[in-house]
């Protein structure tokens, strides 16, 4: 438990920055691309902070696309 808390400041500040960009890309009209290392993404708190974004970008409702 002791190395989540550790870690969690540096998953805040990713996520503020990542929604920072996501603001100023939205307010100029222009668009957000998120792209993460391929070994990274599988990490649970990866996942929770996409999940995180994505709930954030949902609410300025927001087109979202992914490359499938």
């Not at 100023?24 to 957000?32: K, P, Q």
């Not at 649970?44 to 499938?68: D, E, N």
Request: net charge positive.
């Amino acid at each position: 438990m002791t190395s989540v808390k550790l870690h969690q400041p540096m998953a805040d500040h990713v996520l503020s920055s990542w929604e920072a960009q996501f603001d100023e890309a939205h307010l100029s009209g222009g668009y957000f691309t998120l792209i993460m290392h391929p070994q990274l993404p599988g990490r649970p708190s990866r996942f929770r902070m996409v999940r995180t974004h994505r709930l954030y970008q949902k609410a300025r409702q927001c087109l979202i696309r992914t490359k499938s």
